[in-house]
């Protein structure tokens, strides 16, 4: 059995390209932008079913052009049962 992981997180970039890097956001897999500010301000949920994949969307958005700070707000996994899958 896996486990399944969900997190939260605030993304800061420069406000100039905010539409970009959201834009860029959404095209990650399992990568999710909830709200964002005009300041550069964005929240973005992340699902996986290993803590390395959480780590890889984590740096995916890191290393893009005009990010400047990825903070973790929340983490949580839990053991998969099988009465419930991965949700999407």
Do not use: W
Not at 36 to 44: C, E, R, T
């Amino acid at each position: 059995m896996g486990e399944y992981h969900v997190a939260s997180f605030i993304v800061r970039c420069r406000r100039k390209h905010l539409e970009t890097v959201i834009q860029r956001i959404q095209e990650i897999e399992d990568a999710e932008v909830h709200e964002h500010d005009p300041a550069g301000k964005v929240i973005v949920t992340a699902e996986g079913e290993f803590h390395r994949e959480i780590s890889t969307i984590t740096e995916q958005i890191r290393d893009m052009s005009h990010v400047v700070d990825v903070a973790a707000v929340y983490h949580e996994y839990e053991p998969e049962t099988e009465n419930r899958g991965k949700s999407k």
